[in-house]
């Protein structure tokens, strides 16, 4: 078929055997079916893109052509375009961004030879990639060269038909190696330079969640572009897992942290954070908590001193063990927190330089010794529980984060020492008591059947009425020994 007498375009697109044989190098005023034209976008109809061909003759290509999945035009005019020559009637020239057609192996080897794009229909799914019906025949697309992106969901390509590129011809046809990844990086690589020219640490910028890995997020910056935010840069809060904070598909604001440029013509490698987008929380920490403040915080991790709880954000605080309880003696933070649980604390102090929080669990709960000289009085008698043993004598708890001492000395007044002796921690004991040291958080016991007069006598008069049935009786004994008043 010569190019001089050329059919109108259906018939041009019915045998792509004489296209590809007719490929070659046109004049500047004369085309051949195949030739690969680079033009200008010079105006957009309502069907049809018209392209300056840098002859007398426009071309057009059909506007679906350019048409995205969501159906919007990816072209302006005074874009850029590379097409082929798909027909050619002298006032009008035909352009396609693909080959189809018949044309058995001589087209899909001399497509090969010249790097002309077919299209080509994904049919099912192999071993590391793509079963592609082209030109009739089956071809093997590379997993990692079907898109520009990381291929994840696989299943939303099969059925589809894509343009591709010949990378591998041999076995006479029976190993065919397609690539539809090249074709999009040429593309899409004018515009991505443009980009990466303009892109600078510290933009802001939008972009789309593509993977998640266990280190962290990618993000589709441009068409065939991504950063990388590590997990570290997710949130100012600490993060276990990337799905703790986005999903695929998500759209997000990041910052550009670091832009590496890679050798041997590769993409860059680009930082990105997610976190930094709000700022340091720490940075206006004073401006949402102050000290004496009650609030509630998630525990986040504990060590063997105390343990430390979220209180907004990516700002932490330390409850130190002595911090913990008033009612108890705690050995390790776990005996009354665990991670992951959220706790009521008071901000006792607020150190934004060092970046340090003090917190309190047990200031919230409450000083059991507050008002401790309205409940209990000298002389008082009352059961309270042996709690341990020392040398110098014995704790008893009085009610939870009140515990006195029954000094030693104290000890021999029991009417029967030897029962005191073979109490156990947790056994419960009468006691009196003595003396309170508020200030000093002291309360000294006795036993409540104490045999001494000079254990009761100091506390006679206006506390007489606390002593108790027991206190009362011993009064009594000893004044009808004595035939005194006491």
């Given at each position: ?126 071993k590391g990639g793509f079963q592609v019906e082209v030109n009739r025949k089956r ?31 041999e076995e006479n046809g029976r190993n065919i190696v397609l690539s539809r990844r ?305």
């Amino acid at each position: 078929m010569s190019h001089n007498s050329v059919e109108g375009p259906k018939d041009s697109l019915e045998s792509f055997a004489d296209l590809l044989d007719s490929y070659g190098p046109g004049s500047q005023e004369d085309f051949r079916i195949g030739d690969k034209v680079k033009g200008k976008v010079i105006s957009i109809g309502k069907e049809r893109i018209y392209i300056d061909t840098g002859t007398k003759i426009d071309g057009f290509v059909e506007k679906e052509a350019f048409l995205d999945d969501s159906g919007q035009l990816t072209l302006e005019v005074g874009d850029s375009v590379e097409l082929y020559v798909a027909a050619y009637s002298g006032d009008e020239i035909t352009l396609v961004r693909a080959l189809t057609g018949g044309g058995g192996l001589g087209l899909l080897r001399r497509a090969f030879e010249n790097s002309v794009p077919l299209e080509g229909k994904v049919t099912g799914q192999v071993k590391g990639g793509f079963q592609v019906e082209v030109n009739r025949k089956r071809a093997f697309c590379p997993l990692s060269q079907m898109d520009l992106r990381y291929v994840e969901d696989t299943e939303s390509y099969l059925g589809n038909t894509y343009r591709f590129l010949i990378t591998r011809f041999e076995e006479n046809g029976r190993n065919i190696v397609l690539s539809r990844r090249k074709l999009l990086e040429k593309e899409g690589a004018e515009e991505r330079k443009k980009f990466l020219e303009t892109l600078r640490p510290g933009d802001r910028i939008q972009g789309k969640v593509t993977r998640l890995m266990p280190y962290g997020v990618f993000v589709e910056l441009f068409p065939g572009l991504e950063g990388m935010a590590h997990i570290s840069e997710l949130s100012w809060s600490r993060v276990e897992k990337p799905e703790e904070v986005t999903r695929v598909g998500d759209n997000v604001e990041v910052i550009v942290l670091d832009i590496e440029k890679s050798s041997k013509g590769a993409f860059p490698r680009i930082s990105l954070s997610l976190k930094q987008v709000s700022g340091d929380p720490w940075e206006r920490v004073e401006e949402s908590i102050r000290e004496g403040d009650r609030i509630e915080g998630k525990v986040t991790r504990c060590t063997n001193f105390g343990a430390f709880i979220e209180i907004t954000p990516g700002v932490e605080g330390l409850v130190h063990i002595s911090e913990m309880s008033y009612l108890k003696r705690i050995q390790r933070p776990e005996e009354v927190v665990q991670v992951g649980q959220r706790v009521p604390v008071l901000v006792k102090e607020i150190d934004q330089p060092n970046r340090r929080i003090s917190l309190s669990i047990k200031e919230v709960e409450g000083d059991p010794w507050v008002g401790i000289q309205e409940r209990y009085t000298p002389g008082q008698t009352l059961e309270g529980i042996l709690d341990k043993r020392e040398s110098f004598g014995i704790f008893i708890q009085l009610e939870p984060g009140v515990v006195g001492l029954m000094p030693q000395s104290k000890l021999g007044s029991a009417p029967d020492p030897a029962i005191l002796s073979k109490l156990k921690p947790g056994d419960p004991i009468a006691v009196m008591i003595t003396e309170i040291q508020a200030g000093q958080r002291k309360i000294t016991l006795a036993p409540a059947d104490s045999k001494g007069e000079n254990d009761w006598k100091p506390f006679a008069g206006s506390n007489a009425g606390s002593l108790g049935t027991l206190g009362e009786k011993l009064r009594q004994a000893i004044q009808s020994k004595s035939g005194k008043s006491v």
